[in-house]
Each structure stands twice: as structure tokens, then as C-alpha cells.
């Protein structure tokens, strides 16, 4: 799979701008701030609808512009298709495959299978467990993009329930004598272990396929220093990890857990509170890893993405957003030589001497609110 074309009114740092593109590496030079990662996370967005450094929509709009588009041309087994997505922040994103409105922005989702290495995945490893959920969704999506769904009807069950709990503890609080209306709460219980089992199940199968790709990107990012595991931590007992099994843990792990929640206000079991655990050798990386163990450990979480969709028989495109000046000349080559066959490698760099000579593809000079071929 490769991106052919990019074009992009009002996004970022972008008024309007476009971009042929090829198979193979291309290379996007610029220094500092003029717009190389704003261009992958464009991509990013269509991949997975999301930002990988905001959570809001709001900043990806160019500064006094209403709405962004972003607009790209993918082939895939020699078949070209056209996804075009409208971001109007605050507001649903409208979108739009092969020229055709679709009902749902999600929809979309699919279309380009995309993995973005970027120096914000440090916080796969050093940061909190919604950046390690985040990236387990969005595979599990990129995968099967109808966990899409499922991601979607669990975050709403979660929100309505908290919603329900909130209002019950603000009630108590303020000296309401009923403490609320909860008698509904039994119903979101059995919504939440329904959707929540899904994607409880659908995470553990990925781990499982994971695990061993995670092992063997860091060892050939880190030459043989320490093995990487990775390990799903549940607040629910996953037994044999099949959905009935899950649901039923859920439902039960609800009820225990009843009074306290009650008592805080906020939902404390299921997926949305479970976490990715990464060791190398015995120790946790969180809290143990250099950081340079870390970054090579972030960096072989996109690796191992990237193989295992690969595995899967469809090539996702690989970007890889500034790697090559956190590197040595050692492992530049080493990393060189595991990406330089990706059907499509897009890297970004300030100083191209940092690129290995072995991923020289095309050339693209990044500059200001323009891009253009340079070769
Ligand atoms: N919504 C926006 N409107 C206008 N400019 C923006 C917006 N968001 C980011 N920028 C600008 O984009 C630039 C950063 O682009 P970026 O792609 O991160 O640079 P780099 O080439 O270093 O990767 C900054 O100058 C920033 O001010
Ligand atoms: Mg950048």
C-alpha cells in the first residue's frame, strides 16, 4: 500500500498544499518547525481519525481557518482509492471515499493502514496507560477496523454510566436524601461487560500476536541488550480470555466493586482502566528503562506494529517521524536495513546526512507552507 497523492487546505501550518508521492522511501527535509510532521500526522489522521500528539481537533485547523481537509490518494493492489475527510472542530468529521459521502467518519477507517513512528511515542513507554490503550485500539482497529465500533459503543456505555454515577455523588454531596437515582445503573453494568468483553477479548488476542514481534524488534533495535515482553494487565480475571468468560468477570467484577464507585462517582472497572505492560528482562521498563532503552522500546512497539499488519497480508505504510538524529551510525545502518523494504517509507529529517545512504529515495524540501520534489 502507498499514499500517491496528499493534499491539504487549512491544516496545520498548511493553506493549501499538495504532494505527489511514490512507492519506496521519500524523504522530507526541512529544518526545524516548517511543517514535516504536520504533513505525516495529516496521514496519521487518516489512518486512524486521531492525532498522535493532540487529543482535540481544534489545533490540527490552521490558525483562523473554520474547518481542515485533508485530502489523499491511496493504491492498493494496484487499485486507487480516494479518502477525503473535512475536520470542523467541535463537530463530526465529515468524510468522503472514492468521491462518495460515507454515513460515519469511521467508516473510512482501513482505507490507509499507516504506522507512525514519532518522538511523542516515548510516552508509549514512560507515559500513562492511555497512550499504551491508545496504541493497542488503534492496531486492534488498523487490523480489524470493525473494533472501531466496538471502541466507540464501550467509550459511550463508559461515559453515560460515569455520567450516572457523577450525578448520584453530586446529589449526595449537596445533601440530596436520595443520593441520586441509580436504579438504571444495573442496565449500563450489563452494556459495559457486553462491549467491554469485546474489546477486552479482541486486545488479548492482539497482545498475544504481538508479544512476539515486540521481542524480536527490540532485540534488532537494541542488538541483543535485554528481551522485551509485554504483558495485558486487566482489573478483571481474563480466565482462557474468550468473550463469555470476560463478560461474566466483568458483570461479577461490577458488582463487587459496586459501593465504591458509588462512593466516588466514576466507573473503576474494565477496559478503559486496564494498562500494557512492558518488561525488559524482569524489570518493568516504566520507571527502570535509560532513555535510551526507552526510545529503542517505543521505537520497536511501531516495528512490531508494522510487522504484524504486515503479517496479516496487507503492507501498511511506515513513517518514520525524526529517528535518525537520535541514532549512532551503528544503528542508523541497523535500522535502515529492517524498514528499507516498507512498500512505502516516509522520513522526515532536519539534516539529510542523518538518513542512511541505503534509504535515499526520492527527495522532498520541505519548506514554509510548501513542499516540493527536490530530485
Ligand atoms: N493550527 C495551526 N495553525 C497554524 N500553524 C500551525 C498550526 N499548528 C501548528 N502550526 C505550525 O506548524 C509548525 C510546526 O510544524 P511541524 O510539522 O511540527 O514542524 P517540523 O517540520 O519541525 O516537523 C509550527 O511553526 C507551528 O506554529
Ligand atoms: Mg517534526
Given at each position: 500500500m502507498y499514499v500517491q497523492r496528499l493534499e491539504l487546505v487549512d491544516f496545520r501550518s498548511y493553506e493549501a498544499v499538495a504532494v505527489d508521492l511514490s512507492a519506496g522511501t521519500s524523504v522530507l527535509v526541512g529544518p526545524n518547525g516548517v511543517g514535516k510532521t504536520n504533513l505525516l500526522e495529516a496521514l496519521g489522521y487518516v489512518a486512524t481519525l486521531d492525532s498522535h500528539r493532540v487529543a482535540t481537533d481544534a489545533p490540527l485547523v490552521r490558525?483562523?481557518?473554520?474547518?481542515?481537509?485533508?485530502?489523499?490518494?491511496?493504491?492498493?493492489?494496484?487499485?486507487?482509492?480516494?479518502?477525503?475527510?473535512?475536520?470542523?472542530?467541535?463537530?463530526?468529521?465529515?468524510?468522503?471515499?472514492?468521491?462518495?459521502?460515507?454515513?460515519?467518519?469511521?467508516?473510512?477507517?482501513?482505507?490507509?493502514?499507516?504506522?507512525?513512528?514519532?518522538?511523542?511515542?516515548?510516552?508509549?513507554?514512560?507515559?500513562?496507560?492511555?497512550?499504551?490503550?491508545?496504541?493497542?485500539?488503534?492496531?486492534?482497529?488498523?487490523?480489524?477496523?470493525?473494533?472501531?465500533?466496538?471502541?466507540?459503543?464501550?467509550?459511550?456505555?463508559?461515559?453515560?454510566?460515569?455520567?450516572?454515577?457523577?450525578?448520584?455523588?453530586?446529589?449526595?454531596?449537596?445533601?440530596?436524601?436520595?443520593?441520586?437515582?441509580?436504579?438504571?445503573?444495573?442496565?449500563?453494568?450489563?452494556?459495559?461487560?457486553?462491549?467491554?468483553?469485546?474489546?477486552?477479548?479482541?486486545?488479548?488476542?492482539?497482545?498475544?500476536?504481538?508479544?512476539?514481534?515486540?521481542?524480536?524488534?527490540?532485540?534488532?533495535?537494541?542488538?541483543?541488550r535485554g528481551a522485551a515482553g509485554i504483558a495485558y494487565r486487566s482489573g478483571v480475571e481474563v480466565g482462557a480470555g474468550d468473550r463469555a468468560t470476560l463478560e461474566q468477570a466483568l458483570l461479577e467484577a461490577l458488582a463487587a466493586g459496586r459501593s465504591s464507585e458509588v462512593d466516588r462517582g466514576v466507573t473503576l472497572t474494565g477496559p478503559h482502566r486496564d494498562d500494557l505492560t512492558l518488561t525488559l528482562g524482569t524489570l518493568p521498563a516504566k520507571g527502570y528503562a535509560s532513555h535510551g532503552e526507552s526510545w529503542s522500546y517505543a521505537l520497536a512497539l511501531r516495528l512490531a506494529a508494522y510487522d504484524l499488519l504486515r503479517a496479516d497480508g496487507i503492507e501498511p505504510v511506515l513513517a518514520l517521524d525524526d529517528v535518525f538524529a537520535e541514532l549512532d551510525a551503528g544503528r542508523r545502518e541497523r535500522l535502515a536495513e529492517l524498514v528499507g523494504g516498507a512498500s512505502q517509507l516516509l522520513v522526515t529529517c532536519a539534516v539529510p546526512d542523518d538518513v542512511p545512504a541505503a534509504l535515499r529515495g526520492a527527495r522532498y524540501e520541505v519548506s514554509e507552507g510548501t513542499i516540493r520534489r527536490a530530485d
Amino acid at each position: 500500500m502507498y499514499v500517491q497523492r496528499l493534499e491539504l487546505v487549512d491544516f496545520r501550518s498548511y493553506e493549501a498544499v499538495a504532494v505527489d508521492l511514490s512507492a519506496g522511501t521519500s524523504v522530507l527535509v526541512g529544518p526545524n518547525g516548517v511543517g514535516k510532521t504536520n504533513l505525516l500526522e495529516a496521514l496519521g489522521y487518516v489512518a486512524t481519525l486521531d492525532s498522535h500528539r493532540v487529543a482535540t481537533d481544534a489545533p490540527l485547523v490552521r490558525a483562523g481557518a473554520a474547518a481542515a481537509v485533508i485530502r489523499c490518494l491511496v493504491v492498493h493492489d494496484g487499485r486507487e482509492l480516494l479518502v477525503e475527510l473535512e475536520i470542523v472542530p467541535g463537530k463530526a468529521n465529515r468524510a468522503r471515499l472514492g468521491r462518495s459521502p460515507v454515513r460515519r467518519a469511521r467508516d473510512v477507517l482501513g482505507a490507509l493502514r499507516m504506522v507512525l513512528f514519532a518522538p511523542e511515542d516515548l510516552e508509549l513507554v514512560r507515559g500513562d496507560p492511555a497512550f499504551r490503550r491508545g496504541y493497542l485500539d488503534d492496531l486492534l482497529v488498523a487490523r480489524q477496523p470493525r473494533y472501531a465500533g466496538v471502541r466507540a459503543d464501550y467509550d459511550r456505555v463508559v461515559k453515560q454510566r460515569n455520567a450516572l454515577l457523577r450525578t448520584a455523588y453530586l446529589s449526595r454531596k449537596t445533601g440530596g436524601t436520595r443520593g441520586g437515582d441509580l436504579s438504571t445503573l444495573d442496565v449500563w453494568d450489563t452494556h459495559l461487560a457486553r462491549h467491554g468483553a469485546e474489546l477486552l477479548a479482541g486486545r488479548l488476542d492482539l497482545v498475544n500476536a504481538l508479544g512476539p514481534f515486540v521481542a524480536k524488534a527490540y532485540d534488532a533495535v537494541a542488538a541483543g541488550r535485554g528481551a522485551a515482553g509485554i504483558a495485558y494487565r486487566s482489573g478483571v480475571e481474563v480466565g482462557a480470555g474468550d468473550r463469555a468468560t470476560l463478560e461474566q468477570a466483568l458483570l461479577e467484577a461490577l458488582a463487587a466493586g459496586r459501593s465504591s464507585e458509588v462512593d466516588r462517582g466514576v466507573t473503576l472497572t474494565g477496559p478503559h482502566r486496564d494498562d500494557l505492560t512492558l518488561t525488559l528482562g524482569t524489570l518493568p521498563a516504566k520507571g527502570y528503562a535509560s532513555h535510551g532503552e526507552s526510545w529503542s522500546y517505543a521505537l520497536a512497539l511501531r516495528l512490531a506494529a508494522y510487522d504484524l499488519l504486515r503479517a496479516d497480508g496487507i503492507e501498511p505504510v511506515l513513517a518514520l517521524d525524526d529517528v535518525f538524529a537520535e541514532l549512532d551510525a551503528g544503528r542508523r545502518e541497523r535500522l535502515a536495513e529492517l524498514v528499507g523494504g516498507a512498500s512505502q517509507l516516509l522520513v522526515t529529517c532536519a539534516v539529510p546526512d542523518d538518513v542512511p545512504a541505503a534509504l535515499r529515495g526520492a527527495r522532498y524540501e520541505v519548506s514554509e507552507g510548501t513542499i516540493r520534489r527536490a530530485d
